[in-house]
């Protein structure tokens, strides 16, 4: 998961080290890797002279490194040296950006561009095949709906997918789904050379790495990306210092799943699609078309899986997000723990990737099989509220009830928190705004908690309890932030009353609220070794 730890021996001290061990630490020894000592300002005299090097943190947080549970990283990489549609405004000026990047472009076999978000432009119209044609010249072009569900693409595209008109998802001039955008897109990110990828993979990984990331899951799979792609960037995670990468591959194929390195048979294995899509799985239909969307799996089929992971000892997961195939999967867990044992489940540490639309029974059905809910606060943060496209899929009602991230903590669900980047950027500090201030207040959960699954939920979605947490004898990941005043957040003045009391022993965080600054990464070490160093340092 990464390279070999640092031997050298560092003291950081006059700053304010975030560890349970001690709720007021200014100084923190690292050996050989690991946590070797957290504490006080005086004790740290003792080990001046004994260390490498000592580290003056003039005032400075240090934290566990973030975790980031869901991204997907060579798509990550070439977003962010690519062509980025998040920004656009409208149609217009999408297609404008797709005529510039061409244009700056002349050499890529296929031109590959992100983000796109219709529902946030006045027309409410994607970019149409012919307007694509005539922005690139005629070029081969994907371009992935912000969700990554769909896809608009040029005819050039088309033509290099024989039979792509017959497949499922395929329409003359609209966005394309379900086996019509897995082959386009493997076919777009087929043109991908071995050099190009690398370098966006790498270019990923140190953005990470600049903000306060140590590690990151990759959700890989054969209808996302390729085994050449996935085996690769754990190659390239072995053997350059940066954030550690577990890999998850989306497959039914066990032995494929072991030989190719995968820590589980995991992330996205799509029991359904997206709302943004229209291709989420629905008990009832979407409030703006009439159907319920998209069902890759059955109960059968999960349970079916989650047996062969349980007895092959393999973490189980899957991609659910409508709450039709979120119950397909709690279904499927039940009927799989009948066959091998609720222990031997629970033991698995089986996850769900997003898990959007639950309702009381599905949050009771996670915590009896001891799910981890692997989720994604942005989504709410760019998809709810009563205008949001949450609201224009489901209607208001159903809408309130997404992500409710407080009720699978007070049920006991692990959350671990991430972006599924490029879908959302990876921006860790923003991620628990989101859940700190989730646009439905009773959604809402402590910065302390939120902090907490995006730190040490991460490790424990791996399987590792003893890590994402500074105590002695966990592995020194961590980052360095410049930030204001440290406070206890929670989002009930009923706990902040005593929370925030500083005799309550509770570590603070940086401020968290809505327009407030957020913390500015000055370095992140993995295993003891530095991988980022910001340029004020």
Not at 33 to 53: I, K, N, R
Not at 247 to 267: K, S
């Amino acid at each position: 998961m990464s390279t070999p730890p640092s031997t050298r021996t560092v003291l950081l001290r006059r700053g304010e080290v975030h560890s349970p061990a001690d709720p007021f630490a200014t100084a923190m020894v690292v050996e050989a890797g690991h946590v070797a000592w957290v504490g006080s300002e005086g004790a740290a005299d003792a080990f001046a002279d004994g260390v490498d090097e000592v580290v003056d943190l003039d005032g400075a947080l240090v934290t566990p490194a973030f975790t980031d549970a869901h991204v997907h990283t060579t798509s990550t990489g070439l977003a962010l040296t690519g062509l980025d549609l998040t920004a656009a405004r409208s149609r217009a000026e999408a297609l404008t950006l797709v005529r510039e990047h061409a244009a700056a472009r002349p050499a890529d076999r296929v031109l590959l561009g992100h983000g796109w978000d219709a529902a946030r432009w006045p027309d409410d119209r994607p970019p149409s095949r012919a307007e694509l044609d005539e922005a690139t010249g005629g070029r081969p072009l994907y371009l992935s709906r912000i969700d990554v569900h769909s896809a608009v693409v040029s005819t050039a595209l088309l033509d290099l997918v024989p039979g792509v008109t017959g497949r499922t998802g395929y329409a003359p001039d609209e966005p394309l789904t379900r086996d019509a955008h897995h082959a386009v897109r493997a076919a777009a990110l087929g043109a991908v050379g071995p050099q190009q990828r690398t370098e966006a993979q790498r270019a990923a990984l140190r953005h990470a790495a600049s903000l306060g990331i140590g590690s990151v899951h990759e959700c890989g799979g054969p209808d996302i990306s390729s085994e050449d792609d996935f085996t690769g960037l754990l190659d390239l995670a072995r053997s350059e210092p940066g954030p550690r990468v577990a890999g998850y591959w989306a497959d039914r194929d066990i032995e494929r799943v072991r030989a190719l390195g995968a820590l589980g048979a995991a992330g996205d294995l799509f029991v359904d699609g997206a709302l943004g899509s229209h291709t989420a799985c629905l008990h009832a239909p979407y409030t703006d078309a009439a159907h319920t969307g998209t069902a890759y799996l059955t109960a059968q089929d999960v349970a079916a899986h989650v047996v062969a992971c349980t007895e092959a000892g393999l973490q189980a997961g899957f991609h659910a997000i409508g709450d039709a195939a979120v119950t397909a999967v709690a279904d499927g867990l039940r009927a799989a723990a009948e066959k091998v044992g609720l222990a031997r489940v629970r033991g698995a540490r089986h996850r769900v990737e997003h898990a959007e639309m639950l309702s009381p029974q599905t949050i009771a059905a996670f915590a009896e099989f001891g799910l981890t809910a692997s989720v994604q606060p942005a989504f709410d943060a760019l998809w709810g509220g009563e205008d949001g496209m949450y609201a224009d899929r489901l209607g208001a009602e159903r809408a309130r009830t997404l992500n409710p991230f407080a009720a699978l903590l007070r049920a006991g669900v692990p959350l671990a928190f991430g972006s599924d980047s490029p879908v959302t950027p990876l921006d860790p500090w923003g991620t628990i705004r989101a859940a700190a201030h989730h646009r439905t207040p009773e959604h809402r959960v402590s910065v302390r908690a939120a902090f907490t699954a995006h730190t040490r939920g991460g490790w424990r979605a791996v399987g590792r309890d003893d890590a994402g947490i500074l105590v002695p004898g966990a592995p020194a990941d961590y980052a360095v932030w410049r930030t204001d005043e440290l406070l206890v957040q929670a989002p009930d003045d009923r706990v902040a009353r005593w929370s925030t009391d500083p005799r309550s022993g509770t570590p603070g965080l940086p401020d968290l609220s809505p327009g407030a600054q957020l913390p500015v990464c000055l370095r992140t070490v993995v295993f003891g070794q530095t991988v980022f160093v910001g340029p004020d340092e």
